[in-house]
Each structure stands twice: as C-alpha cells, then as structure tokens.
DNA sequence: GAGTGGTCTAGACCACAAT
DNA sequence: TTGTGGTCTAGACCACTCC
C-alpha cells in the first residue's frame, strides 16, 4: 500500500546499501565516523532489523564498514589501491593463449631439508623433503623454472606424479588443498643453473615470484619460480 | 536441550559453512554438483531456513558457490590462486615500517602527447598532458622513481600541488577516485637516467610496475614505477 | 504446478562495550 | 545497566526454473 516513490525492483537491502555508500561518498561520513545504528536504520528505512543487518553485513565484508560489537559500526579507512595477481596453473595460462605447453623435469629427488628450508616449513632441519625442479614451455621458448619443495606429509604420493601430464600446482590444488599463501615478487639476476635452463643471458633480469602455500596440515609446499624478464610479465586489472 | 556433541561456540551458519566446505574438499560434491537445497540442510541441520540462507548465500560470494533461482546450488569451479598484492601509497607504506619518507621532484611539466600515451588515455596525439617524475626515498635510500602521466582534463589542478607533501597518489585519489586499474609488473634493466636517480648499477635489474588508472571521466593517469631489484619487493598473503 | 532460491518480518536471546 | 552488534527462528510472499 505504502508507495514509497521507489525506483524500481531493488531490494531493500541493496537501497540501504547504496544510500551508505553514497553518504560515504558525499563525504557526510567520513573515516573513522560513527553510522547510525541498526535499530536507527530500521526505524529511518521502516524495514525489520535483519534487512538492516544483512546491508552492514555484507559492507563489511565488502571492507567499506568496521563493526565492534557493543560499540558500533564504522567508517573503513579506505582502501587501498590493490593489485590482483592471479597466477593461475601455468600450462592452463598458456593453453588460454592459445600456445603449445611443454615442461622438462630436470630434478625430482628426496632431500633432507636444511636450516632456512626446515625454518621455512616450521620443520626441524634434516626433515626429509621432496624437491622438484621443472622448466615449463611456451611454443618450445622457456618461460619458468619451477624450483618447487614439498613437505612429504601434506603430499605423500609426490614423487609418483607424472609431471609431463600434470603440473605440481595442479596436483598439489588436489592433493592437499590450500589455505593460503605468502608470496612475493622481485627482480633479480638469477644464477647460472637457471639461466642455462631458460636459455637467456647470465646477466638478464629475471621476474621472480616465490610462494609458500598452506594446507590444513601445515606448508604444503614452498616454490622459487623464475622467469625471463625480457618475456614473462604479471599483468591483470581491477575495479 | 538437545545436546550435539558440537565443540565450542561456532554459530551454526559457520558449521554449515565448514560441513559445505568439507564435503568439497572431500570430493563428495564436485565442481558442477547439485548439493542440497536449503530446505534439506535446514532439515538436515534441524536449523531455520534463514540459517542455511545465510550460509549458502555467504559461500556464493566467496565464489565456492554458484546459486540459480529456481533451479538449485551448484559446487562452483575451482578457484585459481590468486595473488592480491597490494600496492599502498609509498609514502604511507614506508611510514608504516617506522622509516622516513622524502621525495625528489625531479620534473614537473605541461607536455604533449606522443602517439603512444596518447592511445593509452584514449585521446588524440598532441593532446596536453601533465608529467611528473618524483624519486622517493626510505631513510635516503632511493627506492622508487615515479613517472607518471596525467590527464588534465580529469585532475586539473595536478600541477598545482605541493608534491614533497602530498604523493601524487594521495591527491589522485582525492581528485579524481579510481574506478579501477590495469597493471602489469615486470622485470628489467632500467634507462640510463632512471638508474641514476636510484644510484644504482646500469645493468642492475628493476622491478617495474605500470599502472593505468580509470576514474569515473576516462584514464586519469599512466604511471610507471621503478624500484631496485636488489632492495624492493612486493610481497604479501592470501587465505 | 511443484520445487527452488531471493527476500523480508517481528520478534528473541546472547556477548560485548561503554558508562 | 544500557546500548550495541551477532545470531537465530518460524513463518511469509515472490520470481524463477523445470517438468
């Protein structure tokens, strides 16, 4: 009955939705700011309080709010500008454009870890590890060298893979699913071994991301994965 | 009164949530899969529908699930690692080590267009752009040089600012609030002139970042960043 | 038409923060 | 103690898909 002069089909929660953000960004709420309270957004939408909590909730999933109970909800600090990396499985990166996927195992081996690898895997050292090393192809042009460690109790059946048919990123996503992940990337001249191993220049830059992953038993697996500089490139976008 | 053997204080949406989660870690359900309807976990779980509704509601936007009206809940694809790197304004990111932020401005000019930056705005070539290359200093150890583009037309009053304030970032994001992004990071060995602002070698290989930003009137700004690969990194975590 | 998800209500009890 | 958010219920009506 009540005609409220509403646009069109949006859902309630949405319209409350919009009309925080927008305050936001008219600057009314700025900060670090106080918003109104759940049961004052009920009363001021006429809605129940759940519709009310749903909207809050998902602006804070969204980072847009903080919220403490018994306190309040609040302004977020706003965000910063961040980069979504999406390293995807490499031989799926490379069939996507179209380009013949190749790799080369040049080293799978059974080693006991030492002391900046056991530290790395929360490990003592002397632990045993798996160790693959795989150089994977584009179009027959090396494009990464994929130093990879594994920890032999996320990932028991490791060192049975074929991995001329499966990457280690594809087997472990299966084998030991993961949690997260640090990582990060850098820039420098890699040593000799590598260099040969891509075919480049010993004194090329190469683009280097190195990435920890957690399983629920603990670091599945920590990779060193090098790439020629003059050929290889993160890129992607977001809004 | 019914006692569940549920360990601790996990709010029960949160349960289902796990119990979901399990399910597809376990390779019960599969990507694809129907599982359940809420009524049958809200049966299931002897839970208001209202609970699962949330669960199922919250694992769709976390990309686990996909959900079509009137149809059913499906196990969604598997989801790529994805790296989200965030990128902070520098002079915040180094403050936030407890280090001295300092900055150079080593250019500050109106200049036309060439063909290339020209196509990257979207504007004809000879189009007047504003240009601005800015060394930034943690603890006076050059660790970035910025060189970056600006379209008049989206933030006029650019050339304007006081930059050993206020980061050419920090006023962009005020003047003219992103919409989005594109970037790319690479790995190579930097200008003559670029090496010398960062005082390091010719051959020393560079961390890249180009960034085109997009606010609501067009392409705001091109940047390019560089840093010393031998004391710079992005790096960072996801779960 | 039967079944599914999408949304909403008007209460309720609780944990926590501020006072 | 009061006010806040966190969670949950047992219904309801709707839009959509599928048969």
Chains 1, 2 share one sequence.
């Not at 990879?148 to 087997?171: C, G, H, I, K």
């Not at 699913?177 to 001249?189: H, M, N, R």
Request: net charge neutral; with cysteine; aromatic share 8%.
């Amino acid at each position: 009955m009540a005609v409220q002069g509403q646009q069109t089909n949006v859902p309630i929660f949405q319209r409350i939705k919009d009309y925080i953000l927008n305050e936001i960004q008219l600057g009314h709420w700025r900060e670090g700011d106080v918003i109104p309270t759940e049961q004052a957004l009920s009363i001021q939408f006429a809605v129940s309080r759940m519709t009310v909590n749903r909207a809050l909730r998902e602006l804070t999933s969204e980072q847009v709010l903080n919220r403490i109970q018994g306190s309040g909800t609040y302004v977020a600090q706003q965000k910063y500008q961040a980069t979504l990396v999406t390293v995807k499985n490499i031989a799926e990166e490379i069939r996507a454009r179209g380009h013949v996927h190749r790799s080369e195992l040049h080293c799978l081996e059974r080693s006991k870890a030492n002391e900046l690898l056991a530290k790395q895997f929360g490990l003592r050292a002397g632990h045993m590890l798996f160790h693959s090393i795989i150089v994977h192809f584009e179009n027959d042009i090396a494009i990464q060298v994929e130093d990879r460690w594994v920890n032999p109790d996320v990932a028991p059946d490791y060192m049975l893979q074929d991995f001329s048919v499966v990457t280690p990123n594809e087997y472990l996503m299966v084998a030991a699913p993961l949690q997260g992940a640090d990582y990060s990337i850098e820039a420098c001249v890699a040593p000799k071994e590598i260099t040969e191993m891509l075919a480049i220049g010993q004194k090329e830059p190469c683009l280097v991301l190195k990435r920890k992953t957690r399983s629920m038993d603990g670091i599945a697996s920590v990779a060193t994965m090098w790439h020629p500089g003059h050929r290889y490139q993160f890129s992607g976008s977001f809004s």
